[in-house]
């Protein structure tokens, strides 16, 4: 026990020298005017972050103590300094010309975006800054204070990971091993069980892309995989079960993106997948002119939590009153369906039994919630990705997702967003303005 308390009591003496280390080397870096002094400083920035972020670190009490530290540290030393701010202000308020607007810009921007800037420039910089916000993010819900440091960063890796900067590749079974091995880590939304079920997934009727940064070429940002088939997706079983023949590229008529997976979590809130499927769509209408269709089979992660919330219907904004009335109904039926237990949708027996009302019912509320809950905040995540990216509400698939996880959270049901590349920014403008464009099949349940 001596010997323990001793060997803590180290690591928390080697962190503190550690911490007061990586705060001078940011404060020399920041006045330093030479290129090769302030590289030569940032490597050594770069170095004290990617011990703070390594892996092991996260169990390591004395490490993750410091990393708060330096974080409270950003915080409380790099923000700008409020008097001056408002002087500049007074100033630009006084006389709105250039001058005054530059200096009251330069005022208002914390210390430590610029001190992140010189960071980046060395070699590992970008990687051990994705790495700071994604400890930042975690950080996040019981540090809210830390917010406005969260949004420099955000803000500098936004235009750093521009689309524009970023390249596009197809993923293939030739592809390096290290490359396919992160594809299968990083699969967030039906797993890749090993390598012949990666392979399924790279034969000629199906496609996987990815986004790659020049400072990350060997690391993939996000990946997209596209299953090509004679027509609409309904269930996902047939697309991921990898003993399923492939099809021939006669048949090929629709693109259906049925995985999409971030391997950056330090990147959150970065929009790549918007413009990803937006370059693949493109790509493969030039290689497959014959492609009329792309479309995505999507989870509803939010509905089982919102379905069972008391009377979903009357606090949402826009629903007319014979609308709740008849949702209101739809519920009760899908309740006593289900003895009145609406959680017991996330069981498989329960939907062996359902009669065809309690059917009907569970897409009307569904419809109900993809429409009116989507544009607010809080929606469903996948709805408002898809929707402000553009797409549209195409229709609602019962039993399209049977697995624990799909059950659990949407009551297995499974949504196609239609991608019409001619209506794109008309249906991101609807949804912009809080309106969800969505197919004729979508309004006659509602």
Partial sequence: MLVDSLREAARRRGAEHDLRTL???CEHLLSQRGEASSTQIAR??????????????RKDGARSAALDRFFAHLADHFSPEPMAVLASAQAYAARPDAAHLIAL??????????????INRAPGGTAALIGLRRALLERLPKKPEWRALEADLLHLLS?????????????????????????IHHEAVHEIDGWDDLRRRLLPDRRCFAFFHPQLPEEPLIFVEVALLPEMAAAIPPLIDKKAPALSPDSFKVAVFYSISNCQPGLRGVSLGNFLIKRVADELKAELPQLKTFCTLSPIPGFMAWLQAADPAERLPGVKPALAERMGTARATLQRACGGDLASLAQPATHATLPKPAQQALLQLAALYLVYQSPQAGGDPVARFHLDNGARLERLN???NPSPKGLKQSAGLMVNYLYDLANIDACHDRFVHGAVAHSRAISRLL
Avoid at 105 to 118: C, G, K, N, Y
């Fill in 23 to 25: 705060a001078a080397d």
């Fill in 44 to 57: 050594q920035i770069v170095e004290r972050l990617q011990d703070l972020l390594a892996e092991p670190g």
């Fill in 105 to 118: 810009i330069e005022r208002t921007e914390p210390r430590r975006q610029e001190l992140f800037r010189r």
């Fill in 159 to 183: 235009s750093w990971f521009n689309p524009g900067f970023l390249e596009m590749r197809q993923v293939s079974w030739r592809s390096p091993a290290q490359l396919l091995e992160q594809i």
């Fill in 398 to 400: 019962p039993q399209g």
